[in-house]
């Protein structure tokens, strides 16, 4: 069975950085889009950031874009988030993504909280 499973959230001060890894299993990794959502409290979970399966092709949120690096390693069936220059704004749990016909997986979520 699919299981997406997060790390490296916590606490960190604004202007810092973190990164967040996704361990996939239980489907071809090589060949699926993922993706990274975050949701803070009180709001929608939105887009962060998606990266195609060999990961040649990267997209980012206009909030997040410049500051924040998705990449993989195929090898490691692993996606990675690098969060730079963290604002108290990108505070939210955040979530990797898959989707494998018909369902849309999700994992279980690593909070990230920006605050001094």
Do not use: H
Not at 44 to 67: M, P, Q
Not at 83 to 107: F, H, I, Q
């Amino acid at each position: 069975q699919v299981q997406l499973v997060e790390s490296g959230g916590g606490l960190v001060q604004p202007g810092g950085s973190l990164k967040l890894s996704c361990a996939a299993s239980g489907f071809a990794f090589r060949n699926y889009f993922m993706r990274w959502y975050r949701q803070a409290p009180g709001k929608e979970r939105e887009l962060v950031a998606s990266i195609t399966g060999s990961g040649a092709i990267t997209n980012y949120a206009g909030s997040v874009k410049d500051r924040f690096t998705i990449s993989r390693d195929n090898a490691k069936n692993t996606v990675y988030l690098q969060m730079n220059s963290l604002k108290p704004e990108d505070t939210a749990v955040y979530y990797c993504n898959v989707d494998v016909s018909p369902k849309r997986y999700w994992g279980q979520g690593t909070q990230v909280t920006v605050s001094s």
